[in-house]
């Protein structure tokens, strides 16, 4: 049987991660509680793959960011753990998007950019937009 476990928003917990999807993870908690943790919520970096964060049977601390009583339903997030508490926040994210804006030449699209802006307006005038 479970123990009356009466978690709260902004409680710090435990869970063990039972799936991983590609949207996120689904933990397991005391008390009989299933929490889901989005993959916007495992950091402020561009998350491309969960799997380089944990796996499953890992135990992971998280916040809960709201609880449904009734369904014992928990939202979770990593990335608004205190910094002490948040053992993900060393994971850096993927190089590869800003090396390739750096390679990009945008001043064909600085020059008529003006104009675009202008024949938009125009455009949303005509129309009544």
């Given amino acids: 049987m479970y123990q009356s476990i009466n978690y709260k928003e902004n409680d710090i917990a435990k869970g063990i991660v039972t799936s991983i999807k590609k949207y996120?993870?689904?933990?397991?908690?005391?008390?009989?509680?299933?929490?889901?943790?989005h993959i916007s919520e495992i950091s402020t970096n561009f998350v491309n793959s969960i799997n380089t964060f944990f796996k499953v049977g890992d135990v992971i601390t998280v916040l809960i960011k709201s609880v449904d009583k009734n369904t014992k339903f928990l939202k979770l997030s990593i990335k608004d753990l205190p910094t002490d508490l948040n053992e993900f926040k060393e994971i850096l994210p993927s190089k590869k998007v800003t090396t390739y804006i750096k390679d990009i030449?945008?001043?064909?699209?600085?020059?008529?950019?003006?104009?675009?802006?202008?024949?938009?307006?125009?455009?949303?005038k005509q129309y009544g937009i």
């Avoid at 030449?105 to 949303?124: G, N």
């Fill in 24 to 37: 996120g993870a689904f933990l397991s908690f005391e008390g009989g509680y299933i929490g889901l943790l």
């Fill in 105 to 124: 030449d945008f001043s064909k699209l600085e020059k008529i950019l003006p104009k675009m802006i202008q024949d938009e307006l125009e455009r949303e």
